[in-house]
T-cell receptor, first 113, second 114 residues
Framework: KNQVEQSPQSLIILEGKNCTLQ??????????LRWYKQDTGRGPVSLTI?????NTKSNGRYTATLDADTKQSSLHITASQLSDSASYIC????????????FGAGTRLAVHP | DAGVIQSPRHEVTEMGQEVTLRCKPI?????LFWYRQTMMRGLELLIYFNNNVPIDDSGMPEDRFSAKMPNASFSTLKIQPSEPRDSAVYFCASSLRTLDTEAFFGQGTRLTVV
């Protein structure tokens, strides 16, 4: 069954600290993995797309890793800011011939001052 | 480009009424998706259009739900009759067809059926 599982479900950290969010997937065949950020009351916004051959990709303070062998990805946030408070959703397209996205349940991150 | 535009942002309606949600995709995108998001089930794909043609509607929960895309710049999702369990945030997203391209989401329509 094509699934995307994320952990932790929620996380609270202090401003300035680092954190790492995890994503495990069983989607097959695999083409790419995406991390989205969803602020409260808004639509998801893409942070990064990682293809099969990429191990690490950075976008500012966000660094995503991908291990296609173990089917795991992580999103590391460095020097967190209050604006990082959001849900982070791991998404893997089901390569069924079109862009059907399998969504994880998300990790809700709260950054406190 | 203003991005994917959805209307209305909020909708409150009584059970049994018809509800129509609207979406304008990003110009040039040929794929359009309708999603529903709830606390219990997260984001779920309802229906997918490619070049204005419905490709996969297996996520549409039941016959009360219908979606149309009369042209490349407009789509609607209709619920008739609406029920309280339809309360959710409905997102529209658009993208180019290829798998490696990003899907852009609208701001969503928060539907409350009382």
């Amino acid at each position: 069954k094509n699934q995307v599982e994320q952990s932790p479900q929620s996380l609270i950290i202090l401003e300035g600290k680092n954190c790492t969010l995890q994503c495990n997937y069983t989607v097959s065949p695999f083409s790419n993995l995406r991390w989205y950020k969803q602020d409260t009351g808004r639509g998801p916004v893409s942070l990064t797309i990682m293809t099969f051959s990429e191990n690490t990709k950075s976008n500012g303070r966000y660094t995503a890793t991908l291990d296609a062998d173990t089917k795991q990805s992580s999103l590391h946030i460095t020097a967190s800011q209050l604006s990082d408070s959001a849900s982070y959703i791991c998404v893997v397209p089901f390569s069924g011939g079109y862009n059907k996205l399998i969504f994880g349940a998300g990790t809700r991150l709260a950054v406190h001052p | 480009d203003a991005g994917v535009i959805q209307s209305p942002r909020h909708e409150v309606t009584e059970m049994g009424q018809e509800v129509t949600l609207r979406c304008k995709p990003i110009s040039g995108h040929n794929s359009l998706f309708w999603y529903r998001q709830t606390m219990m089930r997260g984001l779920e794909l309802l229906i997918y259009f490619n070049n204005n043609v419905p490709i996969d509607d297996s996520g549409m929960p039941e016959d009360r739900f219908s979606a149309k895309m009369p042209n490349a710049s407009f789509s609607t999702l209709k619920i008739q009759p609406s029920e309280p369990r339809d309360s959710a945030v409905y997102f529209c997203a658009s993208s180019l067809r290829t798998l490696d391209t990003e899907a852009f989401f609208g701001q969503g329509t928060r539907l409350t059926v009382v």
